[in-house]
């Protein structure tokens, strides 16, 4: 009998062990793709420009005339007034002009000027107003007369405001004498500023480069890309 048990339990040890099935780990769903940017805007302006191309000239005496403009900045900016018809703009750049060639007749100098042309789309005219402005009174009776109590002064009529064409207003900047050429102009940081523009704005730079003779004057411009704000 003994055998028989030490027989079983023999039997029970040499039975494989059967273990539970284990689940095997799914992958995870992809996730879903990312929504489209929202649209921001355009990015703040720099005041970064790009400048126009030069104004070249050949004279009839044989020298060449050329003005040109890099590194151009117009940034639009707040006017310490505030008022909704001024335009200020913050703005700088280099000016440069050369004379080269081999002329018949001897140069003598020039004049190199830099500067700015705004232009407004309607200017502010007249203010007016149209009408009556009275004065009146109120108060308690009393015994022996009236007592005023108030002053109020009532208006009737309507505010005429007068508009005008626009225009454009050329201002400049600086104005370099010299004997002899390359002249140059370099501007930085320069408040320009207009009043009375009830429209839209417009600035451009620009140059001229005059180069003398004693009997002669060759004049040539340079005008930079119009910005609008």
Known sequence: MKNKLLALVAAGLAVPAITAPTAIAQPAPPAPPLPPPADAGPPPDNGIVASGPPGTVQSPDGWVLTVAATGETQLPIAPLTTAVSSREYLVGGTFV??????????????????????????????????????????????TGGLVPTGVNFPIAGKLEIHLKPGTVNQVAVDKKSFKAAPARVTLKDIHIKVDGCAGQSFLRSYATLTSSTTDTDDIVAYYGVTKSV
């Not at 203010?127 to 009776?141: C, D, E, N, P």
Request: aromatic residues 2%.
């Open 97 to 142: 002009g050369t004379v080269t060639g081999s002329g018949k007749t001897k140069l003598n100098g020039g004049v190199l000027e830099a500067g700015y042309q705004i232009g407004c789309g309607i200017e502010l005219g007249q203010v007016r107003l149209i009408g009556s402005v009275g004065v009146g009174t109120s108060g308690s009776s009393l």
